[in-house]
């Protein structure tokens, strides 16, 4: 069985060899095209006849020709060889396929996250595919006449609009810039992510699956939300310590401990655009551990009997109460924090289609149809940026270190929130609740009523983690416009 599959790969590969034996020798014939003109045809006369050239010149050009193409064949072959991938590579991209081959292996055996892990891994493997090109740049000619821009751009059949005033840094000034060369595909792609419009859109398709009832019936639990943000400002406090930071920098690094991936990259993309690689990977990383950072730090913060603690049922919440709350909150943050207007506005639209009960299409388009597109296309992107020469630095390990601590951080800051609460509502609180208070829904709820579980088998604390869950994705885009209002 063995000797026959070997037998079957070894045709194909003399097949593949033989079916580009034509293409090689075209290759060679175009390359000694000119010379063979040039020999076998006389001068241009006066008149602008060609004369002809005698027989001896003709049997050497033949002569030359054959002795040409075998050369070229193998020149051919030879600048194959170069062009190959396997030639052009350098090891940071090898060390970076290898990381993207080990966040696949996450996300498709682990299922880490995988709607989001797994394009992401994927875009980083194809940005760092040796001459792929996939994130490459447009190319553009500069010219200091406009007729000059003018003339080229006639004789290459495009458009004059495409001409445009930009700098030159080879001219270093002002010049007339046209398009030389398109970019790669995920450069295109890219261009949503940089202006900011997949993060919103993520956040529209978060707001039409996300249900506002618990926090609604048990509004303290905005408190736990908003207290699960201290890993925010203390990751930024460090980062700035550090001092290898700026400020917009630190910002863009201690929003991570929102565990929200759409608000990182949302204020990454305005403050520090060049630390999006490393930060967008370690924000989804660290939401996708979730149940393996957080148990932990629940455990190390609470007692037993303090997790085993069963809390009453929430109230019913009327269809009047949820319709109200995206409209009012919206327009009391985005009065307060303009800057957070982006994010808060999409994220309550998509509620209000979802609660409404007369655009049921529209909320299943923006829950599906999408949602899942513009996942796809922001993951795919965001893991595009991060390529060996920018993400291989001693900066994206103090990154993702402090990644680790910011969201620590937060998680720690709900858990000891919600035992003060406990300790003030005469203990009617489980402080695991609040380790909800990041924003990864419903991961995060999830967990609080897992590990509740293990002290009390009869202990349902999903709902309950739920609000301060929700109310988490509410206040990781309000430090976010909190961000971009100091350092924006």
């Known amino acids: 069985m063995k000797f026959k599959r070997t037998r079957v790969l070894v045709t194909l590969f003399l097949l593949m060899i033989v079916a580009m034996l034509p293409v090689l020798a075209a290759s060679a014939d175009t390359v000694t095209g000119e010379a063979q003109t040039a020999t076998v045809f006389g001068a241009i006369t006066d008149d602008g006849t060609v004369s002809a050239g005698d027989e001896a010149d003709t049997d050497a050009a033949a002569e030359t020709e054959a002795e040409t193409t075998s ?16 030639a052009s590579g350098n090891w940071r991209q090898y060390v970076m396929i290898a990381v993207a081959c080990l966040l696949l292996y996450l996300a498709i055996v682990k299922q880490f996250e995988p709607l989001l892990l797994l394009p992401i891994a994927f875009g980083m493997l194809l940005a760092n595919l040796p001459a792929a090109g996939m994130m490459a740049d447009p190319s553009y000619h500069y010219f200091t006449s406009l007729d000059e821009a003018v003339n080229y751009m006639s004789a290459q059949g495009k458009p004059l609009d495409d001409i445009v005033m930009a700098y030159s840094k080879e001219l270093g000034a002002m010049a007339y810039r046209v398009p030389y060369a398109n970019g ?27 249900d506002f009832g618990p926090l609604l019936a048990n509004p303290k639990s905005l408190l736990l939300g908003a207290a699960a943000q201290l890993g925010i400002f203390l990751a930024f406090t460090v980062a700035m310590l550090t001092g290898a930071f700026t400020p917009e920098e630190a910002a863009s690094i201690g929003i991570i401990g929102g565990a929200d991936g759409p608000t990182a990259i949302f204020v990454t993309t305005r403050l520090a655009p060049q630390l999006l690689g490393p930060i967008a990977v370690a924000a989804y990383s660290y939401m996708a551990l979730v149940p393996v950072i957080q148990p932990p730090i629940m455990r190390a913060l609470t007692t037993k009997e303090e997790r085993s603690i069963v809390m009453e049922q929430l109230r019913p919440v009327s269809k009047t109460e949820t319709i109200i709350f995206p409209i009012v909150v919206t327009i009391v943050v985005s009065m307060l924090l303009p800057d957070a207007a982006t994010l808060i506005g999409c994220l309550m639209l998509g509620n209000l289609l979802r609660v409404s009960g007369v655009t049921e299409r529209l909320n299943k ?12 296309f922001l993951g795919t992107t965001v893991g595009a940026t991060t390529n060996g020469e920018t993400f291989l630095t001693i900066r994206t390990l103090l990154i993702v270190l402090m990644g680790v601590f910011a969201f620590g951080g937060g998680t720690a800051g709900g858990v000891l929130l919600a035992k003060l609460m406990n300790k003030l509502t005469g203990g009617k609180i489980n402080p695991l609740i609040g380790s ?23 202990n349902f604390l999903l709902m309950h983690a739920m609000g301060p869950n929700v109310a988490g994705v509410i206040g990781s885009a309000v430090a976010a416009g909190v961000f971009i209002s100091l350092f924006g």
């Open 365 to 376: 388009t923006v829950q599906n149809e999408l949602c899942n597109i513009v996942t796809i």
């Open 71 to 86: 050369i070229n064949f193998f020149e051919a072959l030879g600048n194959i060889a170069r062009s190959t991938g396997f």
């Open 184 to 210: 790669g595909l995920l450069w295109y792609l890219y261009r949503g992510v940089k202006l900011g419009i997949y993060p919103p859109l993520i956040f529209m398709g978060v707001g039409a699956m996300t």
């Open 436 to 458: 909800a208070g990041v924003s990864a829904v419903p991961m995060a709820a999830r967990v609080s009523n897992t590990v509740g579980q293990q002290e009390n088998p009869g």
